[in-house]
C-alpha cells in the first residue's frame, strides 16, 4: 500500500503593490488654480462696472459741454447784440433825429401853396404823399421870392412860377410821392421847400430831420 500525499497548497496571489496616497500639495494647487479663476472673472466684472460707470460719466460730461456751448454761444449774441445796440445809441446821441411836419393839410387850388423851412446843419428827409398829383420844390430864398415876383407880374400862378426859378436844386412835378433827402443845407440856412396843386389836394407829410452838421458850407451858401 503506498502511502498518500496531499497536493501542495498553490502559492500564495502575490499582493498588490501599494500605492501612496496623492499628494495635498496637488489638491491645494487645484484649489488656487479655481480661486485664481474666480478672482479675474470677479476683477472682469469689476473692470466693466467701472468701464460701464465711466461711459456714463463721459456721455453727462459731454452733454454738460455741449449745453455749455450753447449757453455760451447764446452769451456771445447777446453780446454782439448789446455792441451794436450801444453803437446805435451812440450814433443817435451824435445825429439825433426827430420830426417837424407830419399834420395833413390842403392846397385849395392852383393859386395856393405849402412853404416850410429847412433847417440848417441838418439833413432834411423829404417824405410825403397827397389825394391827387402835387408839385415840390426846395429853393433858395432868393428863388422863392423871384417866384412870388412871377405870380405877381402875371407871369403864370403859383402851381407854375414855384416850380420853374432857374436852377432850382431839387423839383418833382405832378406826382403823388416825395421820398428824399436833402443834404445841402447841412451847412447852410438858405433852402425852403414848396408845394403846390393844379387842383385841390390833401398833403399828408412825414418830414424829419438829423442832426448832422458839415464842417463847412455847403449849398447855396
Known amino acids: 500500500m503506498l502511502p498518500y500525499s496531499p497536493p501542495a497548497a498553490p502559492p500564495p496571489a502575490p499582493s498588490q503593490p501599494w500605492q501612496p496616497a496623492p499628494p495635498t500639495r496637488n489638491r491645494l494647487w487645484y484649489a488656487a ?3 485664481a479663476v474666480v478672482v479675474t472673472l470677479g476683477g472682469l466684472g469689476l473692470l466693466y462696472q467701472d468701464d460701464v460707470s465711466w461711459q456714463r460719466k463721459s456721455g453727462d460730461l459731454s452733454r454738460q459741454n455741449a449745453s455749455l456751448s450753447d449757453q455760451l454761444r447764446i452769451t456771445q449774441t447777446d453780446y454782439t447784440s448789446a455792441q451794436q445796440t450801444i453803437q446805435d445809441l451812440r450814433t443817435q446821441a451824435k445825429h439825433p433825429s426827430l420830426g417837424i ?3 395833413q393839410q390842403r392846397i385849395a387850388g ?3 401853396y405849402l412853404a416850410g423851412g429847412v433847417p440848417d446843419t441838418f ?3 423829404l417824405r410825403a ?3 391827387a398829383p402835387m408839385s415840390v420844390s426846395i429853393l433858395t430864398f432868393e428863388q422863392f421870392a423871384a417866384a412870388i415876383d412871377c405870380v405877381h407880374q402875371g ?3 403859383t402851381n ?3 416850380h420853374h426859378q432857374p436852377h432850382t436844386p431839387n423839383t418833382w412835378l405832378s406826382v403823388t410821392t416825395v421820398d428824399f433827402d436833402f443834404h445841402l443845407a ?3 440856412a438858405n433852402y425852403l421847400s414848396v408845394f403846390t396843386a393844379a387842383s385841390a389836394v390833401t398833403v399828408s407829410p412825414n418830414v424829419s430831420v438829423t442832426y448832422n452838421p458839415a464842417p463847412t458850407f455847403t449849398g447855396d451858401c
Open 101 to 103: 411836419w407830419n399834420v
Open 186 to 188: 447841412e451847412g447852410c
Open 129 to 131: 404823399t397827397s389825394s
Open 123 to 125: 439833413t432834411y428827409h
Open 160 to 162: 407854375y412860377c414855384m
Open 33 to 35: 488654480l479655481i480661486l
Open 110 to 112: 392852383p393859386d395856393y
Open 155 to 157: 407871369t403864370g400862378n
